[in-house]
């Protein structure tokens, strides 16, 4: 058998490129190549024959290399050919339906805030969760001296600057004021951050502030647009109560409790949660941004988002809110 012969089977038995590959060593490798040698050998004949012999391996060669080069492609081209049956995607396929998100209730109440106060002409603002101590607080008529301020309650985020993470959406009114001319309506909502954390605290939690100031308004008017929107907002028929309440940015304060319903453990029945703090503008803080205080007043009101939620839903703990649970957020 010629050495082609025998290589043309070799070449065509090898079913892969790294069996071709180790053929082309055989054949052409640079120390022990079989054609390696032969080419070798020629160096020890006579020039006449060298011519030849010479030709005669320069045709082999270029068969072999051909041989082998096709035999790679024809490899390829076998992969190639099945792989549509190895890469089959079955469509058909059932596959168990992936976990998917729900929407948060504090984003769809906030939503629906917006749209019930949207209603009765307020004009939906946003701010910023990171505050001066002169909005959070100076602007607030809020001296230094007040507990607010205790490190106990607020997360300071610079001593030099002077920063927190503000402590409530209140600071709102004040950006808003410097930049409006009254009469206006505004509500804003958003995250604000306290040192507190058990069943109704959260060192997170939302607020929905709200300020509303012309030449007339009143505490009547306050009333009328809170019991509105808590009506829409919880329930229609909620029960609830005013108190008084102390805020230094507001004279008179008041507070509006909201009362759980029955409960199975009846450890809730019956109680009141405090959900809205609420007043008249306090006329420091309207000489602070510029307006006159003999011409305009009126009221603002700060909402507890998860606290209107858990009486509206009877949730026992807040923290539910927060842990992400599809179980707990699917039933909204
Ligand atoms: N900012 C107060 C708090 O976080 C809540 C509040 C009270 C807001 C009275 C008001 C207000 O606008 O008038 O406790």
Redesign the pocket.
Known sequence: MTLFDQYLGKIAAASTSEAVEALRQELFGRKAGVMTMMMKELGAVSAEQRKTKGQELNVLKVKLESMLDARLREIAAAQMSDIASRDALDLTLDLPMADSGHKHPIHEYIRKAEEVFGRMGFDTALGPEIETEHYNFNQLNIPETHP?RDLQDTFWISSRGRTVLR????PM?IRYMETHTPPFRMICAGK?YRKDSDATHSPMFH?I???MIGPTVSLANMKAVMETAIKELVDPNVEFRWRT?Y?P??EP?L?MDLRWRGDESKSREGRWLEV????M?HPNVLKNVGIDSEKYQG????FGVERMLMIRHQIPDLRSFYQGDLRFLRQF
Request: glycine letters at 24%; aromatic letters at 16%.
């Open positions: 607010a402590t409530h959406t209140s009114q604000v607020q502030e709200g300020l309440g805020f940015f507001v304060g507070e809205v703090g609420c007043g503008v009221f603002a009101f700060g």
